[in-house]
């Protein structure tokens, strides 16, 4: 099923979590994406490791790109929920190191992608090389 339709009205949000490994913090992400009818939620400072995709027992799917060098960090990582629709209309996703994430999603339009990015740019206390590399 299309993710973006003429038809269908469909809600992204956004997130500055700032940490996500306590305990029940994903059912309770998840639990205020369904309360706002989000297709999908950007989420920032996730503070885990590794670029993985995981399945909530409650249906979302929990798309994270991190560092990926041992012993980095956990600072900046960002990831995307996806509600049920979203993650049946998911064609891909890919990490761009720690700070990006992208998603592409069938449309209804033949051969037009519906992409959504998160990022998490470095703050104005970052060094200015980082800034700069961003």
């Not at 949000?13 to 305990?23: D, H």
């Not at 560092?67 to 890919?94: D, I």
């Not at 519906?114 to 700069?132: E, F, G, L, V």
Request: a positive charge.
């Amino acid at each position: 099923m299309p993710l973006l339709t003429t038809r269908a009205k469909r809600f992204v949000g956004t997130w500055n979590v700032q940490k996500i490994w306590e305990t029940g913090k994903t059912s309770q992400i998840a639990t205020e994406m369904r309360r706002y009818n989000l297709a999908a939620l950007g989420i920032s400072e996730i503070h885990w490791t590794q670029a993985k995709q995981q399945k909530l027992d409650t249906g979302e799917m929990l798309l994270y790109s991190v560092y990926e060098e041992e012993n980095a960090p956990h600072t900046q990582e960002v990831a995307l929920m996806l509600s049920k629709v979203a993650r049946n209309a998911l064609l891909g996703w890919e990490s761009h190191g720690s700070r990006i994430i992208k998603a592409s999603f069938k449309t209804k339009k033949e051969g037009i992608l519906m992409n959504i990015i998160q990022c998490y740019a470095p703050t104005n206390d970052s060094k200015d090389d980082i800034k700069d590399q961003f």
